[in-house]
């Protein structure tokens, strides 16, 4: 099946390398059938590319390189992938099976992650704090070392680029471990960065499944930083090595998100919010509004419009413009959408509209029709997430209740309020505990913007200057101009301790 397959292999030291003996099919989802192969990398393969990693931080090319040197580098790149963005365009549809017009969209916007991190490593300053004395104390922020960058499938480029544009801006080697079921776009991002001007061996770009290539990468004693964004489990698959080696963690984990909708919100607007928030790349986003939280004096109107726009949403094609919603990544996430559904059911769940896998015209693909199902608190499907379009939909007495079942999940990724009420929108934003609070809005991101969550959705935050620092080390200097060192003189004059 794969003999006559192109083969993409891992990008290593400025150049795709030698493919490994054992290799991974990657399926275009709409289709079911393969589009290339990549590699399934070995151990000695990945601890090998670890010490290049290494070497190269060390030998200072770029860790020590002038920060206006870095942010020509990702300026440049910048330039080059806007200008490529119609083929990282295609890349993505097909390995994801996100309609095209969504993939335009998203990739149209992801540029501006590495001018911001290039503009941010131009202008970063250091500081002198105060200190008592005749004594200055300098505060300075240094590269990590080498960084494991663990990407997932659902947003390859962009979540990808959020990480790459931080670590490279702060002067890391980097090394990205792809998922094994969308990495043919990350892996044009090597030969990118190369004609940008980034040195051989900054950007490593390998390939493996998760629990073996990902599992050997994040056992190593040689990383100084892992960013994983992916599942809990994964997580905690990962934190034993890291912990035992010291390694620091940024995890953004997934989410829960709820969709709060109050009685000020125009119904026919709020229909299409909950659109938006919940079937945007087929509910497979990590801040899907998964979670319909309606308050019951426009339950009614908006379950019945709600109802009728979904059924009328259009799957099909990811290359056809007119398609709305395309296959999830997988038969396994088809299988998970069904046993979500099949839940729900047996807890007292009604389903609305959907509720069964489906294909294409050809009866091919990976696809779930958008569901919607009326359910309860602390349901299966209510409290756990789907990553697909079956979303809950519950109805609500009072913002009070709104915001307690908003607060009662264990994950805090994001959540919107949809509010015409000036004083309700505070209020309630104030009390939900989210990462990521949009008001009137959903999905809104931006390279400034600090994007994590609370409780079980991660630590840490991507995007903005505090992605940027967490990818450095703070050095103290202290400069001692006039403190003498008399301690040990027979009769010390002046004598200072701490």
Request: hydrophobic fraction near 40%.
């Amino acid at each position: 099946m794969t003999t006559n397959l192109p083969h993409i292999s891992n990008w290593v030291n400025g150049t795709h390398i030698s493919a490994t003996a054992k290799r991974i099919p990657v399926l275009n989802p709409a289709t079911e059938l393969p589009i290339a192969t990549i590699d399934a990398t070995p151990k000695k393969t990945v601890d090998r590319i670890i010490q290049d990693s290494l070497r190269t931080f060390q030998d200072g090319t770029w860790s020590r390189a002038d920060p206006s040197d870095r942010f020509t580098v990702l300026s440049t790149a910048a330039r080059l992938l806007r200008a490529r963005i119609p083929e990282f365009v295609e890349s993505e549809t097909r390995q994801t099976g996100r309609p095209i017009r969504e993939m335009r969209a998203q990739l149209g916007r992801v540029p501006e992650w590495l001018e911001y991190f290039a503009s941010l490593v131009r202008v970063h300053e250091g500081r002198v704090t105060p200190f008592k004395g005749p004594v200055v104390n300098t505060l300075t922020r240094l590269p990590l070392g080498v960084v494991a960058l663990i990407t997932p499938y659902n947003h390859p480029v962009l979540i990808a680029m959020k990480k790459i544009g931080a670590a490279l801006a702060a002067g890391n080697s980097v090394l990205v471990k792809a998922s094994e079921l969308a990495p043919l776009s990350v892996l044009k991002l090597g030969a990118l960065f190369q004609e940008a001007g980034l040195p051989d061996g900054v950007l490593q770009i390998i390939n493996g499944y998760g629990y073996e290539t990902g599992k050997y990468l994040c056992e190593s004693p040689l990383l100084a930083k892992i960013d994983l964004t992916g599942g809990l489990a994964t997580y905690r698959a990962i934190v034993p090595s890291a912990s035992a080696n010291l390694i620091p963690i940024t995890a953004e984990l997934g989410g829960k998100a709820p969709v709060c909708v109050f009685p000020s919100m125009e119904v026919d607007h709020a229909v299409k919010a909950a659109l938006f928030a919940s079937f945007i790349a087929s509910g497979q986003t990590c801040v899907t509004g998964s979670r319909l939280l309606v308050h019951a004096d426009i339950y009614d109107e908006f379950t019945a419009l709600l109802e009728n726009r979904v059924k009328t949403l259009r799957l099909g094609d990811p290359f056809d413009d007119r398609t709305q919603i395309g296959p999830v990544i997988s038969k396994v996430a088809v299988e998970r959408c069904a046993a979500f559904v099949e839940r729900a059911m047996q807890e007292g769940g009604k389903v609305l509209c959907g509720g069964h896998p489906t294909t294409n015209q050809d009866g091919k693909g990976f696809y779930f029709e958008p569901t919607i199902i009326e359910t309860r608190p602390q349901t299966d499907l209510e409290c756990n997430e789907v990553f697909g379009p079956v979303i809950a939909l519950i109805k609500c007495q009072s913002e009070e209740e709104i915001v307690r079942i908003a607060n009662g999940s264990s994950l805090a990724l994001g959540a919107s309020v949809w509010t015409n009420d000036f004083k309700q929108a505070h209020r309630v934003a104030d009390q939900i505990e989210a990462g990521i609070v949009w008001i009137n809005g959903h999905h809104l991101n931006d390279p400034s913007s600090p994007w994590g969550g609370f409780k079980q959705s991660g630590i840490g935050k991507e995007n903005g200057l505090e992605a940027y620092e967490s990818y450095t080390k703070l050095k103290s200097t202290v400069i001692n101009y006039g403190v003498p060192p008399v301690w040990f003189d027979d009769e010390p004059a002046g004598a200072r301790y701490g």
